[in-house]
């Protein structure tokens, strides 16, 4: 049965500092990978302002990880795989509305911008996860 590997990630730069303060949680970004060696990573970032391949060697030496895996059917890995390559090719920006909607609480309608946990969420539910 595939996995999806989903990443957690505290890189400790200015941004994580912030989220990680107002958060109080370990790690304040996440990503989605299709292969347990994390050759790419998927995600919605500030720094890119949009979607993001992400490699290990994209992350600064001291950042922190915790790597979780997920089975899921066949069907839904093509499924997630499908959904990360569609977004990709769609040019969706960040989505800084969608996470002050998260930090007061207030519901946020969809729109053709992200951030990173509800792409991730969104791959999750794509596979059935």
């Not at 912030?18 to 990573?41: P, Q």
């Not at 290990?56 to 839904?76: A, H, M, N, Q, R």
């Amino acid at each position: 049965m595939p996995k999806l590997y989903l990443l957690a990630t505290n890189t400790k730069k200015h941004v994580s500092r912030l989220i990680t303060a107002y958060t109080s949680e370990r790690f304040n970004h996440a990503s989605v990978a299709f292969d347990a060696g994390l050759v790419g990573c998927y995600s919605f970032n500030m720094g890119t302002y949009g979607f993001t391949l992400e490699t290990k060697d994209s992350w600064p030496s001291w950042t922190e990880f915790c790597l979780y895996s997920i089975e899921v059917s066949e069907e839904g890995f093509r499924r997630a795989k499908e959904y990360v390559r569609k977004v990709a090719s769609a040019n969706y920006g960040f989505s800084y509305s969608g996470l002050a909607s998260m930090v007061v609480g207030a519901d946020f309608a969809a729109n053709a911008s992200k951030f990173c946990s509800q792409f991730v969420e969104e791959a999750c539910v794509k596979a059935g996860a």
